[in-house]
């Protein structure tokens, strides 16, 4: 126990970043496991914040840092939205992490960062490099408080909503992760799931977004449904539509038009998720995100000893070059982000790949085991209705 | 002279983009040496197309395609800007393509892509990839007609041109080149220059643009200065206010907002240039093209045997990285392109490095050759009032 909160400690920094200066860091102590578990009404002094720790059953020393959100405010307001998916992706991110480490050595483990944002809020960045299964691993959390611009609100408007002039309050709580192994035979995925809260007219509007997708280098049909029979599984569990529905949102988003190739093959997505009441939209969202390592791991288990060469490299580098050009060119997340002045663009940009590669004109045969991958990424499967 | 003609016939390959299936390609056949040369009112029937050659002193023999206008219409219309244009970029992009053979093996040429667009137009794209000095590089023409979007008639009203309501048929002709070297020690360089034409109101409005801009991995104030001075000499010939206003718009453009630094040490760039007439932003522009070779190749014979490490290799990935951040996000002449239906996205992605790397979090020490080099894509500098 001691052991693994040293170990968290020796890798957990603190970044505060300010717009003027965005390379001046700050690195804050930290006591460690007192600070962590909030079990009585104590206050630890370090040496430069303080942390108040209320009653509580929050079990915050499994987290891997501090949540952004004081433990104090956490306890106390164990029931509101904000705080219970604050305390769910912080665990989410924890479980994922310690479950992508266990396939490293003892000594490699991922970098823990933990950023807070001038205008409000902040974030926990966590990243492996070259590993020996995961080329690059971040698995991302941020708590994000502010003003929305009006620019944003009329983004928001042009998708249905009804609000106010802005700038309006807002409150968003996200998780987010891309694992790129070094494999070309296991698939890099990419699971996202997130909450949003806007002050509108003295009333609060809320939603939930978010999605998991999965990118192979190489097609394995036994893979792909197994993939995406467990998030029909959680799907279905909550309502029979979600799931052919989400599918669709997820091929549909996930494209790259001037290739016309979808990025992988897909998962689920969606936005703007309100019913059909809050509790239970929350219940589906943690139910998506802890379907994240039965859909995911047992992939990297099964392939992480598969043979390749040369050729197979080569690939994946290319369709990495596709995943770059997906996320910086179509993808709605980082745009916004790096749009948003005083962003933490190291963690935005923390979903390309450690290596990419463009060629000119390169395809592959269609007969080819990289053709068989592009007929699929140009033609999106319903991969539960293929027999077997 | 046959055997340059064989070669180019060899490498030079013609297709055509449809909308509807893009990978469908067909080459057509080319008859060598006639096609090039228009000395005479002569009809060369070839599979699929006539050449029609009517007299005149252009000497399309140097061109490593036949022009995307026929050879008859550029003859007659010898005297129209738009005719002008094309020869002048045919001619450049020869040039600039065999200087930069003169480098290589003489087995390894570069590939020549004839391509037409099925709304109008067309380009010659010119590859060479995996060369021993030049990694990857990218000589393109293009010369496109159709009819401008509402949208982008509005876009050029923001820039303040009065045009009518779209849709309103123009004319485009540009070359446009990226340069990324194997040695670490020879900076990337891009070129682009293009001259437009906007029927409007039965009147035509027509602009020139362009500029040429320098991307070292490590900084040489030598090859800095004589790259600026070459250009400040070509534009101090036309107009001395030039050098000073379309130095600083290049480095306002070549901008990486996310990182606080610019792509690269600049060059020039302008837009819009309709002044003092047509004939003498003509030569302006020409003059630009043609002070390309005299700015840059005396960089890659200087450096092309410099030594270098693992390191150096690293930090060039990286920096590449920043250049795919660039063109992917902001550039907006990629996203311009991409958006175009119909766009032949493998010529505006040649851009794109054969590879490209990102590590989170990399942060060269400020002392390092590295970090010199990152104070000056901060800070950009007046490299010709540096005195020495």
């Given at each position: 126990m001691v052991f693994k909160v040293l170990r968290n400690w020796k890798h957990f920094h603190t970044y505060i970043i300010s717009e003027k200066k965005r390379s001046s860091i700050y690195k804050l102590k930290y006591?460690?496991?007192g600070a962590l578990v909030a079990t009585g009404v104590t206050v630890y002094n370090t040496c430069d914040f303080n942390v108040y720790a209320a009653k509580s059953?929050?079990?915050?020393?499994?987290?891997?840092?501090?949540?952004?959100?004081?433990?104090?405010?956490?306890?106390?307001?164990?029931?509101?939205?904000?705080?219970?998916?604050?305390?769910?992706i912080m665990k989410i991110q924890a479980e994922f992490v310690k479950s992508l480490e266990s396939f490293e050595d003892d000594n490699?483990?991922?970098?823990?960062?933990?950023?807070?944002?001038?205008?409000?809020?902040?974030?926990?960045?966590?990243?492996?490099?070259?590993?020996t299964v995961f080329e690059k691993?971040?698995?991302?959390?941020?708590?994000?408080?502010?003003?929305?611009?009006?620019?944003?609100?009329?983004?928001?408007?042009?998708?249905?909503?009804?609000?106010?002039?802005?700038?309006?309050?807002?409150?968003?709580?996200?998780?987010?992760?891309?694992?790129?192994?070094?494999?070309?035979?296991?698939?890099?995925?990419?699971?996202?799931?997130?909450?949003?809260?806007?002050?509108?007219?003295?009333?609060?509007?809320?939603?939930?977004?978010?999605?998991?997708?999965?990118?192979?280098?190489?097609?394995?049909?036994?893979?792909?449904?197994?993939?995406?029979?467990?998030?029909?599984?959680?799907?279905?569990?909550?309502?029979?539509?979600?799931?052919?529905?989400?599918?669709?949102?997820?091929?549909?988003?996930?494209?790259i038009p001037h290739r016309g190739e979808r990025r992988g093959i897909g998962g689920i997505f969606f936005d703007d998720l309100d019913t059909p009441d809050q509790q239970e939209a929350y219940n589906f969202v943690e139910s998506c995100a802890k379907s994240v390592i039965p859909s995911y791991i047992p992939l990297v288990e099964k392939?992480?000893?598969?043979?390749?060469?040369?050729?197979?490299?080569?690939?994946?580098?290319?369709?990495?070059?596709?995943?770059?050009?997906f996320n910086l060119i179509y993808d709605r997340g980082t745009k916004f982000g790096l749009y948003t002045p005083g962003a933490r663009y190291e963690s935005i940009l923390m979903s390309l790949p450690l290596t990419a590669r463009w060629e000119y004109m390169h395809q592959p045969d269609e007969d080819s085991k990289e053709g068989r991958?592009?007929?699929?990424?140009?033609?999106?499967?319903?991969?539960?209705?293929i027999k077997s």
């Open positions: 006591i460690g496991v059953d929050i079990n915050a020393q499994e987290f891997l840092a501090e949540p952004i959100t004081s433990l104090e405010h956490l306890t106390k307001h164990q029931n509101d939205m904000k705080s219970k998916m604050e305390l769910m490699l483990k991922f970098k823990v960062d933990r950023w807070l944002r001038k205008e409000g809020g902040g974030g926990i960045t966590c990243i492996l490099q070259d590993g691993a971040g698995v991302n959390t941020s708590v994000v408080t502010g003003t929305l611009p009006q620019s944003a609100v009329q983004q928001m408007r042009a998708r249905g909503k009804h609000m106010d002039d802005g700038p309006l309050p807002f409150f968003a709580a996200g998780i987010s992760a891309v694992i790129h192994p070094r494999n070309p035979m296991i698939p890099t995925i990419h699971f996202n799931y997130r909450y949003f809260e806007v002050v509108n007219n003295n009333s609060i509007q809320w939603w939930f977004g978010g999605g998991t997708d999965l990118t192979p280098y190489y097609l394995n049909e036994e893979d792909a449904k197994h993939f995406h029979r467990t998030l029909q599984e959680t799907c279905n569990n909550y309502d029979p539509t979600y799931y052919a529905k989400f599918k669709k949102w997820c091929d549909d988003y996930f494209n392939h992480k000893n598969d043979g390749y060469g040369y050729a197979e490299r080569q690939w994946q580098l290319l369709r990495r070059g596709r995943y770059v050009e991958l592009i007929e699929v990424l140009r033609n999106p499967k319903n991969w539960l209705e």
